[in-house]
């Protein structure tokens, strides 16, 4: 049985369906995980403001916490997630797009 699914790339095709679809429940279930990210690092850094100044190096260890779970785990998944679904190609400055803005028609067009 194994033969014939290798032999018809059955058991690949099931492989990309099973990651496809790991993927795309990561991806929805990302933005639950930035939000847990942000509320632990604020969450963090308002504990560390609230501790006394006989523990001022606790303090700043969950200060620089949360700051770092802000900047270095929430802001990018956040911009992965966002970005995934733009296309890249209208924000480059190429003569295409800067015609556009000018509102001069596209050169193609010109030469005819």
């Known amino acids: 049985m194994a033969e014939i699914l290798e032999e018809e790339g059955v058991g690949e095709l099931f492989a990309l369906q ?3 679809s790991l993927c795309n429940f990561v ?4 933005k639950y ?3 847990i990210i942000v509320l632990a690092s604020l969450g963090s850094i308002i504990y560390g ?10 303090a700043h260890k969950y ?6 779970g802000l900047f270095l785990l ?6 992965y997630k966002e970005s995934k679904t733009r296309n890249w190609d209208d924000y480059m ?8 803005m000018q509102g ?8 005819k």
């Not at 403001?49 to 001022?56: G, P, R, S, V």
């Not at 200060?63 to 770092?68: K, M, Y």
């Not at 001069?104 to 030469?111: A, F, L, N, T, V």
């Open 93 to 100: 400055l190429n003569e295409k797009n800067v015609r556009k």
């Open 18 to 20: 099973i990651h496809h």
């Open 33 to 35: 995980i930035i939000t």
């Open 104 to 111: 001069r028609p596209p050169k193609d067009s010109e030469d």
């Open 63 to 68: 200060i620089g916490g949360g700051t770092l």
């Open 74 to 79: 929430a802001m990018p998944l956040f911009l």
């Open 49 to 58: 403001y609230t501790l006394d100044a006989e523990e001022q190096a606790l």
């Open 27 to 30: 991806y929805m279930k990302l």
